[in-house]
């Protein structure tokens, strides 16, 4: 059964090695065990519906309860501490298309607001319930899981949105084929989700980000349906299918997508390499991205990434005669871990690994085969079930990205790591920050930063640690013109910032084609931009 408060499925544990312990206690001090809510007392405090009966709205208070909050952060303390303030009124789960018009029409109709819901597995406050004096319906798409069609001569497969990636992997791999996107979130996250927050999977450097696969589809608007033909490309101006990327459940809901697919790999291997610092390691990244070598997924990590991930690895052995080793050979203490994949038909996959590890040699690094790579696979994962045990054990741990140019990665990535290194100085603090290049681009890379800091037994005081150390980082990010977000999305987190972003011509479009697409305000308001008069953004 999926956990009501955490990540994942609740059989499934990953517990933190000892070691794993002792080095985070080393940085940030003893984590003191804090007790969470229970599902009972959270259970007791969801107050009535504002929904009258209605056969397809559940108003029960665990449906509600499990549709309040996604997987941010603030998500995570509001759950825990049993603090969770908002809740939708009621819950859908419609079947079809007419159950999706139907709702949309009571919405819109009774005055209600809509949200609509994936796999729940925003980490920006995506699908979170905003106060409002307009009761909310949260409308699930899970049973909207099935095949529509499947081309095979032109590799296209058409899929219902609520579908999740394990049944879409499913469905194809059974017929030989993958869409190959692989979002850590995988497991639970749903192609309807993944389209509206412009997801990126782990191997996108050669499936493509979701913008690349996605061809078309239907969104369920207050217009009627929307059509989004497939076509190969297209110059008919410009590219709906692009508006409805992002689009955060504002515009209306997606109910089905044409998605690109491929034949399964012959083979799919991820290798590992060391650096001596980033700076070396990054230049070779650049260089195999900008040479276009087949590779699939290319990961460097810095050295404090490198050092904490074999430390959590729980491998103490052979984390410690790698050590040794690397030590011994002057990868000492600033080497840098790369996991590189490689997927494709053997012949290609032989040429792109030499072809890589020639370029890594050639920034005096050390390719190590594919041991690493095996571990980092057999985890890819199952490293979010960490963030369960790291909580139970006094730490909250949080991520957020961005993306820049080449020539602006290193200097943004220093100073967010100093800023989150420093963000909890005034109370006396220390945080554990990480971070790793985890997708790149011929002309630039996102940066994905990862930072762990004690929790307070007062859940307010751990908010309150969090909203310094993003809105520090984000600062950073802004003043250095990197985007908010390479993949989570805006929601709520990000919306204060988007801004500075698109600018405020940007903005006014965005905000006409919203009000246009939903005149009523009836549709996740308050996520992605704030809303408001157009004057307000203006100022
Ligand atoms: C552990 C973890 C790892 C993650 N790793 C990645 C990663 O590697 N790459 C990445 O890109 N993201 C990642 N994420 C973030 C998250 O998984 C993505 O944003 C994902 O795309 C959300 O999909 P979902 O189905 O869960 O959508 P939800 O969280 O349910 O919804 C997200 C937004 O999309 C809207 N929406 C959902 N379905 C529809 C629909 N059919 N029509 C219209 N609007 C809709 C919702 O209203 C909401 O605004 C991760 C999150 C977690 C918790």
Redesign the pocket.
């Known amino acids: 059964m999926r956990r009501w408060n955490g990540?994942?499925d609740d059989s499934v544990t990953y517990p933190l090695p000892p070691t794993a312990r002792d080095y985070i206690e080393r940085i940030l001090g003893r984590g003191s065990l804090i007790q969470d809510a229970s599902l009972q007392d959270s259970l007791a405090s969801v107050p009535s519906s504002r929904f009258p009966a209605h056969p397809h709205i559940k108003t029960d208070p665990f449906e509600r309860l499990t549709h309040a909050r996604?997987?941010?952060l603030p998500d995570w303390i509001a759950l825990r501490s049993g603090r969770i303030l908002n809740y939708p009124d009621g819950v859908a789960y419609p079947q079809d298309r007419s159950d999706l018009i139907d709702l949309l029409n009571f919405s819109r109709d009774s005055g209600a607001i809509l949200?609509?819901?994936?796999?729940?597995?925003?980490?920006?406050g995506?699908?979170n319930p905003l106060p409002s004096s307009d009761p909310v319906l949260t409308v699930d798409?899970s049973h909207?899981n099935h095949l529509l069609d499947l081309d095979e001569t032109s590799r296209l497969a058409s899929f219902e949105?609520?579908i999740?990636g394990p049944q879409i992997e499913k469905i194809l791999n059974a017929r030989g084929y993958t869409l190959g996107h692989?979002?850590?979130?995988?497991e639970?996250?749903?192609?309807?989700?993944?389209?509206?927050?412009?997801?990126?999977?782990?191997q996108s450097y050669h499936y493509g980000r979701?913008e690349d696969l996605f061809a078309g589809g239907r969104?369920e608007t207050f217009h009627g349906p929307l059509d989004m033909p497939v076509h190969p490309a297209s110059a008919a101006g410009p590219d709906i299918k692009q508006i409805?990327l992002g689009?955060?459940?504002?515009?209306?809901?997606?109910?089905s997508a044409a998605v690109r697919i491929q034949p399964l790999p012959e083979v799919e291997s991820f290798q590992a390499a060391f650096f001596h610092d980033w700076q070396s390691g990054s230049d070779a990244v650049r260089e195999i991205a900008q040479a276009g070598i087949s590779v699939s997924m290319l990961r460097l990590s810095n050295s404090l990434e490198t050092e904490t991930t074999l430390a959590l690895s729980g491998k103490d052995d052979l984390v410690r005669w790698a050590d040794r080793a690397l030590n011994w050979i002057r990868y000492d203490q600033d080497r840098c871990l790369l996991i590189y994949g490689l997927t494709g038909d053997r012949k290609t996959v032989r040429f792109a690994s030499r072809q890589a590890a020639q370029v890594i040699r050639s920034h005096a690094g050390l390719p190590t085969g594919s041991t690493i790579g095996k571990m980092w696979r057999k985890s890819r994962f199952l490293?979010?079930y960490l963030?369960n045990s790291l909580w139970e054990a006094g730490f909250a741990l949080d991520?957020l990205e961005t993306a820049l140019p080449w020539s602006k990665v290193h200097s943004c990535a220093l100073d967010v790591l100093n800023s989150l290194k420093h963000g909890l100085q005034s109370l006396e603090e220390h945080v554990l920050v990480f971070a790793h290049l985890?997708h790149v681009y011929r002309d630039g890379a996102s940066l994905y930063v990862t930072y762990l800091y004690r929790r307070s037994s007062d859940p307010d005081q751990t908010l309150h640690r969090w909203q310094l150390l993003k809105s520090a980082a984000s600062q950073v990010i802004i003043s250095h013109q990197g985007t908010i977000s390479?993949?989570?999305?805006v929601?709520v987190d990000h919306r204060d910032y988007l801004v500075e972003e698109k600018g405020v011509i940007g903005i006014q479009m965005l905000k006409a084609i919203d009000q246009y697409m939903d005149p009523t305000g009836t549709?996740?308001p308050g996520?992605?931009f704030p809303d408001g008069s157009l004057d307000e953004v203006e100022k």
């Open positions: 990540w994942g996604g997987q941010s949200i609509p819901y994936g796999g729940g597995t925003s980490v920006v995506h699908i798409l909207l949105a609520g999740s692989f979002p850590q979130s995988f639970l996250s749903t192609l309807g989700g993944w389209i509206a927050t412009r997801s990126s999977g782990q979701i969104m409805i689009s955060e459940g504002r515009l209306g809901i997606i109910s490293s979010p963030r991520t985890s390479h993949q989570h999305g929601g549709l996740n996520k992605l």
